[in-house]
């Protein structure tokens, strides 16, 4: 159940990211509800998470889901760059969440 906490706490971050882009398109208090609600979320997710899962663990893996979530929201919603290097950095922090659940 943790690592569902966990993974669920990554895309309520990538959700607060997204709404960090929306808040600066829309200067509106919904955006801004949106924002703390995404981001209280995240962070009550990856708390409950850490109770079983080992700190350190937890959080690199908690801020890969959010770091490379956002770069691909990026380019699927914002028109950034979706150059082979890019995709690259993306593909080695999810293989490196991965090889942190396996040796975990």
Do not use: H
Request: proline share 1%; hydrophobic share 60%.
């Amino acid at each position: 159940m943790a690592w569902v906490m966990l993974i669920a706490a990554g895309i309520c971050e990538m959700f607060g990211v997204a709404m960090i882009g929306k808040l600066y398109k829309n200067r509106n208090w919904q955006s801004f509800c949106l924002l703390i609600l995404g981001f209280g979320a995240s962070f009550l997710l990856l708390s409950l998470a850490m109770e079983s899962l080992p700190m350190g663990i937890a959080y690199a893996i908690w801020t890969g889901i959010g770091a490379s979530g956002a770069a691909i929201m990026g380019m699927l919603f914002y028109g950034e760059a979706r150059d082979v290097k890019r995709i690259a950095c993306i593909v080695v922090i999810l293989g490196a969440v991965a090889g942190l659940k396996l040796i975990g």
